[in-house]
């Protein structure tokens, strides 16, 4: 309902017709700026054409801006204890287990494991990014383990507390599976060209900034990766209504505070496509929905 696909594709023909967009960048630092402003004049010129568009475009793009929210999610705050953190985490994975989220977000990554171990003859490298809990992570490490998945995989997080449960969880299951500390839009600082053929990331994207998610995605292509997958929920009213009421059931204020925010933040899925194509101009990029309630960005080096 407000994904405005005919919208966006119109904003971003009139802008691109215009000359300059969505504008040219050299730096990581360029990027940033470039990326964050061609969001905002993406979204400004949508405003624009349903301004004049009918009453129902009007109305829809009203409850758009209604929904969207600078309020940060506690998983964000500097001012919440990693404790509190790791439980709003774990809260997370319980629900995913409940939904059965790592065999869908493993069947949107089969085939670009699949690709590389094909291409390349050996275990597709993955790093998961934002990796958060890790189990998603551990899931794919057990699967290599157990049923010869052919990937190697690491996760990753920006929160030192989960990185090292994970770790301690890892080595418990026995699994072949490591975590490290990693900002994700700081890639190219701590990772070797090469270490990596897949880069991953679940349920996070909203976390970033368009400039930070641009970043991503271009240190993916420039640290080599062949692929990034991101997935995230869909941007839509029945999603900002339903997941935080969904929530409810763990009985975690925390964690039901974080959907309503999350739920809000989304991107829509042709503003993913822009950020993507501006970060990572001469890959093949593309976005479809899944379901129950996601987007997948798929983007191919
Ligand atoms: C909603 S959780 C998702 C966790 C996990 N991917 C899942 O699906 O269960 C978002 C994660 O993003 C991480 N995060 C936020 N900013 C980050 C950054 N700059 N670099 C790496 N991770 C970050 C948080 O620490 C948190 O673990």
Redesign the pocket.
Known sequence: MIQFPQLNRAARAALESEGRFPGKWETMAELEVVADGALARLRTRRAELAAGGSWGERARTLVDRLLWTERLEY??RDDVSAARKQRI?HA??RM?QGLLSYHRFLHHLRPAIEHVARRERRAARVLE?????GE?TLALGRLAARKGLPVEVTG????PA?VADANIRAEARRLPVRFVE????DLLSTLTPGDYDIYFI???IH?FSAGQLAMMVAQAGLAGARHFVGIDGRRGLLMAVGLPMFTALSLQPDFVHDAAITARRFYSEAELALIADLAAPDADVSVARAEPGYSVLHVRY
């Open positions: 998983l964000d985490v997370l994975h995913n990014l934002a990796s958060g809990s998603f990753s997080d920006i929160v989960y990693l900002n994700a839009f679940a349920q996070s976390h």
